[in-house]
């Protein structure tokens, strides 16, 4: 199925259209016999960007691997909300085992599979930004390193919002958490690197690695097929909204995950093995205020105290990553 | 039960030697137990490893402390501590050296007294002759054959070659019958010591030249 | 045939005897000639089918074993001391998804301060985690326990701990009987999990209980706990039908008269684990002739603790000394805590006797002196044997 944009100018949205197209063209949730691997009866939040997303995930990969899949999956909200014994919304093999390692038991299974001659049967891997960037970063690595057989993905909603939203290594500049108030002198959480953890997978040089958001799932799904058409290690970063911990309207999950794209903040881009291949253009640039100022966690930076320096390094972030990644159409100006 | 120390310093295939022990010994029927001294010794450390011959089946696991029998390795380990420490009244000893038997008894009190109980015999000499490498496990293996009679000759070239392959097998076997008849020839010659620099000589010794380089990767040496 | 053959060498043989699907090891010392050999034997295809798998962490490795297992192989890793600890986290996993992993403790001591000589420090400190821990005397006993542990492990569909004394054993040449692999195919059918990742009938495996069904998924665990008493029992005595040894029994008797009976007045029950009973089998018969008799009680499993056999082997003893390979800071002795347990009301004094921490030799010598000590009624309720009191500042 090639991917195939069909802008719903009314909403500027990618997501809909499935009527436009040809049926091989329409996504995997077009049809009822979807998967529906991460199925009804969970206990997401309403807007829940995460659960969205790895339904998307799943389900194309499920579709992709003709229902030979299994799921090994870190501790964090996605498995909290969709298992409490004795229910489970889970429709394919699915492991929890802990926090920090999903990348490995993922590497144990698709081992397992290899040499008992069942190499058809496909493993992914999933977790949350704090189960990928912080505390499993080493199993990930570990894993990346061996080039094993297994597709990981991230969902990041940028800080620890099972354990009720402290900050982790993937939590933004100036973000309001629950260990970084918004008081004192640099409010929100400090300003520097973070972890952009899709990078850190680039420099392992496995066969693929790609970015999305829930913004635009119809890309989500492209990127399912494209990393699961490689064998090895390949890497996934999905931006994904948390009503929650941001502090937005559940109804703005898709349209805040849009801004933070069309901003420059979250670059949408794919990689192969180590090199930039191809970035995902922002077809209307707006201006960080309009992504920031949906989410309380930035409401610090605007109103009476408005901390415009602040919002400046926040400008420049967005200006090094369109650079970066190369984010604008030719011939826009930068 | 007959129990044997052997004294060297790390990369001198000290653990190897305990094991061409044991195997030697096994080769003759005896129950046997071989260990190494267990530490986190890097190349040039003295190093230690025990063997043990019964004819039953061996429960301990203590270190040996009371041998019947020690080889000295590495000579200058004399200088440096008690060798012969707990070895027991009547018990032999073999040492890589050039020095005479009564030289040795005359620096070392804890020596064996006993005539024909202590062997010295000019092991890297022979190595250096014969494998190439200073590594004199094999011929003192030899030399504790024809002092001891607790294993035979054959025995320890059979374990060598058990061990080894090819010019490090040949090296190693022909430096333990080197020494084996070096002990056999000085026997009752206990001023006689080993002249300078050269080897005994060999009628149809193998050329040195090819010789691949470690007799033994010796696993004594343990990460921490 | 009996060989020759360093303890690491039979581990990894008899291992590979059990045709594992998936090796997956951090090195540590004294388990590294364990793993080093298998990574051997995988390469070299004399184990066939296998994936050995080079992991970045003892984490990692337990974490690997854990998927491995879940997707329905039979899996082995080893590991010791500060790498056991490292992998906590997963060996409470393991048990508690119920996954029948075989691991090697090669038997180190914990620091700081860095230590890597031999006590039972590690694997004692697992105690609590829902791991079978099965102890070796010798290095015949230890690769007999690998093929015995994978038939337990996976009746039960828990995970099992092999423990032997690190260098002591691992590093010391032995002459063993490696079973040949019609014999341990025979004892020893393929895998059947009682739960596993299928596609054909997926399920999901470690999902989170609540406060309405948690106590009672641990007092499930707990009786499991007793009927693999029996089940250590069942395979340990049909291991001796198929192999003609007496590997691995829950508890052993013994003494210097050749008896297999309780101890009786007049006698000193000696318990202990691991290789220290051997040492102590040595030195029992000269004590026995100098009026020192002796019952050895030998602890084959730790968990589940086989109380109901201790306190009968303990018989009419006129007091017990244990072996303590272990320390809790401020209680004293390991093992010992778990004797006291199941010799309730017997009113027999117990002693404690804290021996060869770190790599300290245990020397026949000292256990003689402590034991003859011990009849003569001197030996306190915690000991510390061959204690250095002039190394000893004072504390406090």
């Known amino acids: 199925m090639a991917k195939v944009n069909i802008p719903f100018m009314q909403t500027g949205t990618l997501v809909v259209g499935n009527r436009l197209l040809d049926e091989q063209d329409r996504s995997v949730q077009a049809w009822q016999d979807r998967a529906s691997s991460l199925t009804h009866g969970h206990r997401a939040c309403q807007g829940c960007a995460e659960a969205l997303a790895a339904r998307w995930v799943l389900d194309t990969a499920m579709e992709v691997t003709d229902g030979k899949l299994m799921v090994a999956n870190a501790t964090g909200c996605l498995e909290v909300f969709s298992t409490l014994y004795p229910e489970s919304a889970w429709k394919i093999p699915w492991i929890h085992s802990l926090f920090a390692n999903a990348a490995s038991v993922a590497t144990g299974i698709a081992a397992v599979n290899a040499v008992t001659g069942r190499g058809d049967i496909r493993v992914i891997a999933q977790g949350g930004d704090g189960g990928t960037a912080d505390i499993g970063m080493a199993c990930l690595s570990g894993m990346f390193e061996r080039n094993d057989d297994v597709l990981y993905v991230c969902y990041d909603n940028q800080a620890y919002m099972n354990t009720g939203v402290q900050r982790s290594g993937a939590t933004p500049p100036a973000a309001r958490t629950a260990t970084t108030p918004a008081v004192g002198r640099q409010p929100g959480n400090t300003f520097g690197q973070g972890k952009f953890m899709p990078k850190i997978a680039m420099a ?69 093995y180590g090199e930039l291949k191809s970035s995902t253009k922002i077809r209307e640039r707006v201006p960080v205020e309009d992504y920031l100022k949906l989410q309380r966690r930035f409401a610090h930076l605007f109103g009476a105290n408005a901390d415009e320096a602040a919002l400046e390094r926040i400008r420049r972030l967005a200006d090094r990553n369109i650079r970066m990644y190369n984010l604008l159409p030719e011939g826009a100006a930068a | 039960m007959f129990q044997t120390v052997i004294h060297g310093r790390g990369g001198q295939g000290v653990v190897t030697a305990s094991e061409l022990l044991a195997r030697s010994g096994f080769a003759g029927g005896a129950q046997v137990q071989a260990i190494p001294s267990f530490g986190s010794e890097r190349m040039g450390a003295p190093v230690v490893a025990y063997t043990r011959f019964s004819d039953q089946k061996i429960l301990t696991r203590e270190p040996i402390n009371h041998p019947d029998a020690v080889i000295i390795q590495d000579p200058t380990l004399l200088r440096t501590m008690d ?62 054959a024809a002092l001891t009679g607790q294993v035979t000759l054959e025995a320890v070239v059979n374990s060598i070659n058990g061990l080894f392959k090819g010019k490090v097998a040949e090296g190693n076997s022909r430096s333990a019958q080197v020494a084996y008849q070096w002990v056999i020839d000085h026997r009752g010659h206990e001023d006689e010591g080993a002249p300078h620099g050269i080897a005994p000589v060999d009628v149809d010794k193998p050329s040195t030249a090819e010789l691949p380089i470690p007799i033994a990767g010796s696993p004594e040496v343990v990460n921490a | 045939m009996p060989e020759l053959l360093e303890g690491s060498q039979a581990i990894a043989r008899a291992v590979a005897l059990c045709r594992p699907s998936v090796v997956c090891a951090y090195p540590i010392s004294p388990q590294t000639h364990i793993v080093e050999a298998l990574s051997g034997l995988v390469r070299t295809g004399k184990l066939a089918n296998c994936d050995y798998i080079n992991v970045e962490s003892e984490f990692a490795a337990m974490s690997v074993s854990i998927g491995a297992s879940a997707a329905g192989g039979r899996v082995y890793t080893a590991t010791a001391s500060q790498g056991l600890l490292y992998m906590t986290e997963a060996i409470y996993n393991a048990s508690g998804l119920k996954l029948p992993i075989v691991m090697t403790v090669a038997n180190r001591a914990i620091g700081a301060p860095i230590n890597i000589w031999n006590d039972q420090s590690d694997s004692l400190s697992q105690r609590d985690s829902g791991w079978l821990q099965l102890y070796a005397v010798d290095n015949q006993e230890a690769l007999d326990l690998h093929i015995i542990a994978y038939k337990i492990a996976e009746e039960l569909s828990l995970p099992i701990m092999v423990c032997m004394d690190g260098f002591v054993l691992t590093h010391a040449s032995d002459v063993v009987e490696i079973p040949t692999q019609e014999q341990v195919d025979a004892f020893l059918p393929p895998i059947k999990p009682l739960e596993k990742l299928d596609i054909a009938e997926p399920r999901s495996m470690g999902m989170m209980a609540g406060p309405d069904v948690f106590t009672e998924t641990k007092y499930m665990a707990h009786q499991v706990m007793f009927h693999a008493n029996d089940v250590i029992k069942r395979v340990t005595r049909e291991f001796e039908e198929a192999f003609g040894r007496p590997s691995g029994k829950p508890v052993r008797v013994w003494g210097p008269d050749g008896e297999d009976r309780p101890a009786r007045q007049g006698e000193i029950a000696v318990i202990g684990m691991g290789s220290v009973m051997g040492t102590m089998q040595a030195v029992a018969p000269t004590l026995w002739d100098r009026g020192v008799r002796t019952r050895l009680i030998t602890l084959g499993s730790y968990r589940p603790f086989p109380a109901t056999s201790v306190r009968q082997a303990i018989g009419a003893a006129d007091r017990v000394v244990v072996l303590d390979r272990a320390l809790t800071l401020g209680v004293g002795g390991v093992l010992s805590f778990d004797v006291r347990r199941s010799m309730a009301r017997l009113g027999i ?36 044997m061959d204690l250095k009191t002039e190394l000893v500042g004072k504390v406090g």
């Open chain 1, 204 to 272: 392992h040089e496995i066969p693929y690695v790609a970015t999305a958001t829930v913004a635009d799932l119809r890309d989500l799904e492209a990127k399912v097929r494209t990393a699961m058409s490689h064998r090895g290690a390949r890497y996934l970063h999905v931006l994904v909204t948390c009503p929650l911990g941001w502090g937005t309207k559940s109804a703005d999950s898709i349209k805040v995950a849009r801004l933070a794209t069309q901003c420059g903040l979250f670059p949408v881009f794919e990689a192969e």
């Open chain 3, 349 to 384: 004094p117990l002693h404690s006797v804290v021996c060869g921490l770190g790599g300290r030799p245990i020397t026949e010598q000292s256990l003689a002196e402590t034991l003859t000590r011990g009849k003569a009624g001197d030996l306190g309720e915690l000991e510390f």
């Open chain 2, 83 to 144: 060798v012969f420490e707990g070895l027991v009244e009547g018990g032999w000893a073999v040492v890589n050296t050039r020095e005479s038997p009564n030289e040795v008894r005359a620096a070392q009190p804890g020596a064996p007294k006993e005539s024909g109980h202590l062997a010295t015999v000019p092991a890297d000499d022979i190595v250096r002759e014969y494998l190439g490498r200073p590594i004199p496990s094999a011929a003192l293996l030899g030399a504790f």
